[in-house]
């Protein structure tokens, strides 16, 4: 296929929209070539992947259908994004041509149903928005990713993204009922809203997860759960070994109890909020629901932890509820950090995988020594575990380092892609998962043969059949020279 003009893809997206729907500002265009993979170079204004050649803004489901149309029949890459949060180059373009579809018109909350518990919403919908309003009616979602300020609805799905109350309600794919997506071929297709099916494979996990590499994901139906601000209890304790403290959530967890937040920090991770309280691990409950529930659950961790001879309530306790109330990212804090990366070269990043709890302390040290041996210029390594299952839990690696060469160009592979690097041969080698919920993008898809193993075939049968010319986000989850081999 002859390689279409950037006037061409210009003119007919203009065609296919509106002028005002295309965009065309060259800093923004620059700006929308990178995600917060790489916040570092692209604070300082060093672009190195391909530059979209448009970003165009469908406001109906139609155009979307029209845009992905005519991207698929004449070979240009289609990126979708809604709220701009990805953190694994799944925004970066791994082919050119390639257009950002961004979502955020489509911004419409298309139903609110108290009688059947659920939110219909377009994919633009921001989270936050959508649940200040619910919290108001005295609904909530339960869906409370530390970048709820920033995200939206279609990325949220697109991602298999997780809230800080997972514990409770779930991560997004507990949480979504039914959808609306529009194949590469302009398809459109619907997924309807029931409590549970039992009528061959659930189709909605084609759509969940498939970061933009299958299909467009225009509306969204949640669950919605009452909300009960008045019910919290917070508890909070320090706990003298990490072992110990992922002993305890495993126990809390496996008895049946479901606080809606359950946390575990090491102290390095927690000398970034409290260096004063820092010593020891640090471990943190909130229970929520109906009085009686949320009474009962905080009185059995209360019971359970205290039980143990190796942990020591943490105080003040007010401490750790100011820190939870604070802990997501709004554009404020993203415009602190950028503001810091354009003067100094101190760079913090974060990995999260996850693991059955026979291995998650091992990982946990495993992966810690190496970064300490082989990584120079190492400001600290620590981590957090924040989403609890009744077979295993979470790890959240958070690192920082200074990069001594000033050379913010080749951060990505003198630190940040080798530290991934050992946390995802760590994880996998003690059979965990090496992405517990950023998703794939492009940072981690050269493992994820190793992720899948012999199922690696059923994932990319599923992408090249529902998405044979790679127009969707080519080199997301699988990457271009994985496409085409014979498997
Ligand atoms: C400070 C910070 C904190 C974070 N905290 C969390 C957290 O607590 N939990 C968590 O899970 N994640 C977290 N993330 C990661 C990120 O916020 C999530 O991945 C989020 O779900 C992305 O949503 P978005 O609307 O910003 O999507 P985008 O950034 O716009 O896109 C994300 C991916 O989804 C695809 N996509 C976007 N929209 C669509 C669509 N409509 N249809 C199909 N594909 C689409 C894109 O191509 C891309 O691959 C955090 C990120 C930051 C920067």
């Given at each position: 296929?002859?390689?279409?003009?950037?006037?061409?893809?210009?003119?007919?997206?203009?065609?296919?929209?509106?002028?005002?729907?295309?965009?065309?500002?060259?800093?923004?265009?620059?700006?929308?070539?990178?995600?917060?993979?790489?916040?570092?170079?692209?604070?300082?204004?060093?672009?190195?992947?391909?530059?979209?050649?448009?970003?165009?803004?469908?406001?109906?489901?139609?155009?979307?259908?029209?845009?992905?149309?005519?991207?698929?029949?004449?070979?240009?890459?289609?990126?979708?994004?809604?709220?701009?949060?990805?953190?694994?180059?799944?925004?970066?373009?791994?082919?050119?041509?390639?257009?950002?579809?961004?979502?955020?018109?489509?911004?419409?909350?298309?139903?609110?149903?108290?009688?059947?518990?659920?939110?219909?919403?377009?994919?633009?919908?921001?989270?936050?928005?959508?649940?200040?309003?619910?919290?108001?009616?005295?609904?909530?979602?339960?869906?409370?990713?530390?970048?709820?300020?920033?995200?939206?609805?279609?990325?949220?799905?697109?991602?298999?993204?997780?809230?800080?109350?997972?514990?409770?309600?779930g991560g997004i794919e507990d949480m979504v009922v039914g959808l609306e997506a529009i194949?590469?071929?302009?398809?459109?297709?619907?997924?309807?809203?029931?409590?549970?099916?039992?009528?061959?494979?659930?189709?909605?996990?084609?759509?969940?997860?498939?970061?933009?590499?299958?299909?467009?994901?225009?509306?969204?139906?949640?669950?919605?759960?009452?909300?009960?601000?008045?019910?919290?209890?917070?508890?909070?304790?320090?706990?003298?070994?990490?072992?110990?403290?992922?002993?305890?959530?495993?126990?809390?967890?496996?008895?049946?109890?479901?606080?809606?937040?359950?946390?575990?920090?090491?102290?390095?991770?927690?000398?970034?909020?409290?260096?004063?309280?820092?010593?020891?691990?640090?471990?943190?409950?909130?229970?929520?629901?109906?009085?009686?529930?949320?009474?009962?659950?905080?009185?059995?961790?209360?019971?359970?932890?205290?039980?143990?001879?190796?942990?020591?309530?943490?105080?003040?306790?007010?401490?750790?509820?100011?820190?939870f109330k604070h802990l997501t990212w709004t554009q404020k804090e993203v415009d602190a950090?950028?503001?810091?990366?354009?003067?100094?070269?101190?760079?913090?990043?974060?990995?999260?995988?996850?693991?059955n709890w026979s291995e998650i302390a091992n990982i946990f040290e495993a992966v810690t020594?190496?970064?300490?041996?082989?990584?120079?210029?190492?400001?600290?390594?620590?981590?957090?575990?924040?989403?609890?299952?009744?077979?295993?839990?979470?790890?959240?690696?958070?690192?920082?380092?200074?990069?001594?060469?000033?050379?913010?160009?080749?951060?990505?592979?003198?630190?940040?892609?080798?530290?991934?690097?050992?946390?995802?041969?760590?994880?996998?080698?003690?059979?965990?998962?090496?992405?517990?919920?950023?998703?794939?993008?492009?940072?981690?898809?050269?493992?994820?043969?190793?992720?899948?193993?012999?199922?690696?075939?059923?994932?990319?049968?599923?992408?090249?059949?529902?998405?044979?010319?790679?127009?969707?986000?080519?080199?997301?989850?699988?990457?271009?020279?994985?496409?085409?081999?014979?498997?």
């Amino acid at each position: 296929m002859d390689t279409v003009t950037k006037d061409t893809i210009v003119q007919q997206l203009t065609q296919l929209t509106s002028p005002d729907q295309v965009n065309l500002d060259p800093d923004e265009l620059k700006y929308a070539s990178l995600d917060f993979y790489r916040k570092y170079p692209r604070a300082r204004k060093i672009y190195q992947a391909p530059i979209p050649v448009a970003i165009v803004y469908p406001e109906n489901v139609e155009q979307v259908a029209a845009v992905l149309k005519y991207a698929n029949d004449t070979g240009v890459n289609v990126i979708p994004r809604t709220g701009g949060s990805e953190i694994e180059r799944g925004l970066e373009s791994a082919r050119e041509p390639h257009i950002i579809v961004d979502g955020s018109r489509l911004n419409q909350i298309l139903k609110f149903d108290p009688e059947d518990m659920q939110l219909t919403v377009q994919a633009g919908v921001p989270l936050k928005q959508a649940e200040d309003w619910l919290n108001e009616k005295g609904y909530t979602t339960g869906h409370l990713p530390q970048s709820q300020p920033l995200a939206d609805f279609g990325g949220l799905v697109a991602t298999r993204s997780i809230g800080q109350l997972s514990t409770l309600y779930g991560g997004i794919e507990d949480m979504v009922v039914g959808l609306e997506a529009i194949m590469p071929d302009g398809r459109i297709v619907r997924i309807k809203n029931v409590p549970r099916r039992s009528v061959g494979p659930d189709i909605r996990h084609i759509f969940i997860g498939n970061e933009g590499s299958i299909a467009f994901i225009t509306e969204v139906t949640v669950k919605l759960f009452p909300y009960l601000p008045d019910t919290y209890h917070y508890l909070a304790y320090t706990v003298d070994t990490m072992r110990e403290g992922f002993h305890l959530l495993r126990d809390i967890v496996a008895a049946g109890y479901r606080p809606s937040v359950i946390r575990l920090y090491d102290a390095q991770d927690w000398s970034q909020f409290y260096p004063k309280h820092a010593e020891k691990p640090v471990l943190i409950f909130r229970t929520e629901g109906p009085q009686p529930l949320s009474d009962a659950t905080a009185g059995a961790i209360k019971t359970m932890v205290e039980s143990s001879d190796q942990t020591q309530p943490y105080e003040p306790l007010d401490e750790i509820i100011d820190w939870f109330k604070h802990l997501t990212w709004t554009q404020k804090e993203v415009d602190a950090e950028v503001n810091q990366l354009e003067k100094t070269p101190f760079v913090g990043f974060t990995t999260e995988v996850a693991s059955n709890w026979s291995e998650i302390a091992n990982i946990f040290e495993a992966v810690t020594t190496r970064v300490k041996k082989e990584i120079p210029n190492l400001y600290g390594i620590g981590g957090h575990s924040s989403h609890s299952y009744v077979n295993g839990t979470n790890l959240y690696f958070v690192y920082a380092f200074i990069d001594a060469e000033d050379d913010p160009a080749g951060e990505m592979a003198r630190y940040h892609d080798p530290i991934n690097k050992i946390i995802v041969e760590e994880t996998l080698k003690h059979g965990g998962t090496m992405s517990h919920h950023h998703g794939v993008g492009k940072a981690r898809a050269p493992f994820i043969k190793e992720e899948y193993g012999s199922s690696y075939w059923v994932l990319k049968t599923l992408l090249k059949s529902f998405d044979p010319k790679n127009t969707m986000n080519a080199g997301n989850i699988i990457p271009l020279e994985f496409w085409d081999e014979t498997d």
